[in-house]
């Protein structure tokens, strides 16, 4: 039974499912409105969060198998409380805690909504696919200027659409990348040049965000995706549309990034960013070299020191997410988010090869979580809005396996 179900057992049956295509359908603008963050607090935050008091206040429950991340995302944010003793001056921080708590809700929100309809997911997906593509195009047109004040749209000549970042726009545009390619490669083929042409957008808004953690992300996505579909799908005849389709593909995003490259403006910026380590990476006080002192110095700081105030130390942040979750979070916080993704993996792996309705939308937030762990290593990831709904996608898929293996139960036992 739905949270409406349970909150209102006397309405009509055309008045419960109207009353559930609403829900659904502002949950899906939820996501949608994830693309555009130029500013903060974005619409993003303002919607959410009356779409979660809603639906709490109309009975959505947490339940037994959704807990666990609610108890590890609530800890994590516990311990960034405890890091702001460790502050003299608290200017923004308490404010920085705050938003990290009310997107680790997020997260418990959309698995709470994913294991009450499973019908969602691709309502959510959609939505992800919608706002990536129009963020993506916004960033592609402010990026060759296509009209007055579209560099809004860009930062340091790199695309970041309605972000504020390129190094959020890149990666954000990845998961409804992936999702594109296997709605390509398993849907209907009158309806890949559509989804391809979208593709194509996406990819190029990668691109041209000169991100190297979103190029890495998209690659290493890709080929998990494909993999992972050949394990599960073992017959000869979709092993051959895989790899036609894949080759076709991988032909057109060359020729696309060959083209692209005729450009000498994005020719030259992709030969500075395409080398593995920068300058400020390698440098005196560069990246890794914060990063040896910051663990360092956390070793002795069991509270951390607080948000935002290794910047004021360093010439740069963290850049670097179990660095950020020990000196934001102090140890309790680290020992929390590693352990929630050590268990959000687990789950997702434990359930990737099933057969149920809702495998596709589990292996692709499975394998984003694995690629935004990895890219964890070089950029701070704690307050990507995205990221706490894949996690909350993969909980929530969890939670519906173990309701399905229940009912099964139920079922043999009558």
């Not at 695309?159 to 998961?175: R, Y």
């Not at 394998?367 to 995205?386: E, F, K, M, P, Y």
Request: charged share 15%; aromatic share 12%.
């Amino acid at each position: 039974m739905s949270a409406i179900e349970a909150t209102y057992p006397r309405v009509a049956q055309p008045q419960r499912m109207t009353l559930r295509l609403i829900g659904s359908a502002f949950v899906a603008f939820g996501v949608f409105l994830s693309g555009f963050v130029i500013d903060e607090p974005a619409p993003y935050e303002l919607w959410m969060a009356g779409l979660i008091g809603l639906w709490f206040i109309l009975g959505l429950r947490i339940s037994r198998s959704v807990a666990p991340l609610l108890a590890l995302l609530l800890t994590f944010n516990i311990g960034g409380m405890l890091s702001l003793t460790q502050m003299k001056d608290l200017a923004t921080a308490p404010m920085y805690i705050a938003v990290s708590t009310f997107l680790a809700l997020t997260a418990v929100f959309y698995a709470a909504i994913i294991e009450d309809s499973h019908k969602r997911l691709p309502l959510i997906f959609n939505a992800w696919a919608f706002a990536a593509v129009a963020t993506s195009a916004l960033g592609i047109l402010g990026y060759f200027h296509a009209f007055p004040g579209a560099e809004i749209f860009t930062l340091y000549d790199r695309a970041k659409g309605a972000f504020q970042d390129p190094n959020v726009f890149g990666p954000f545009l990845v998961p409804p990348s992936l999702y594109l390619v296997h709605g390509i490669l398993v849907g209907d083929l009158k309806k890949s040049p559509l989804k391809a042409a979208a593709l194509l957008v996406l990819a190029l808004g990668i691109f041209l965000s000169f991100s190297r953690a979103a190029w890495g992300l998209f690659a290493l996505g890709v080929v998990l995706l494909i993999f992972i579909m050949l394990l599960k799908e073992r017959s000869g005849a979709f092993r051959l549309r895989v790899l036609v389709l894949s080759l076709a593909a991988i032909i057109m995003l060359i020729a696309s990034l060959l083209v692209a490259l005729q450009i000498p403006k994005v020719a030259e910026l992709f030969s500075a960013r395409a080398q593995l380590v920068q300058q400020y990476d390698g440098e005196h006080l560069g990246r890794f070299e914060r990063h040896r002192i910051g663990f360092t110095m956390m070793m002795e700081r069991p509270l951390g020191i607080g948000p935002l105030v290794f910047g004021t130390m360093f010439p740069e942040d963290e850049h670097n997410i179990w660095l950020k979750s020990l000196t934001s979070y102090g140890w309790l916080g680290f020992v929390s988010y590693v352990g929630m993704l050590l268990w959000t993996l687990a789950l997702g792996f434990r359930n990737l090869l099933l057969d149920r309705p809702w495998q596709p939308f589990l292996m692709i937030a499975w394998i984003s979580v694995l690629g935004h762990a990895t890219i964890g290593n070089v950029i701070d990831i704690d307050h990507w809005r995205h990221v706490y709904l894949l996690l909350g996608t993969v909980w929530g898929c969890a939670a519906l396996e173990v309701r399905h293996k229940r009912e099964r139960r139920l079922r043999r036992a009558a």
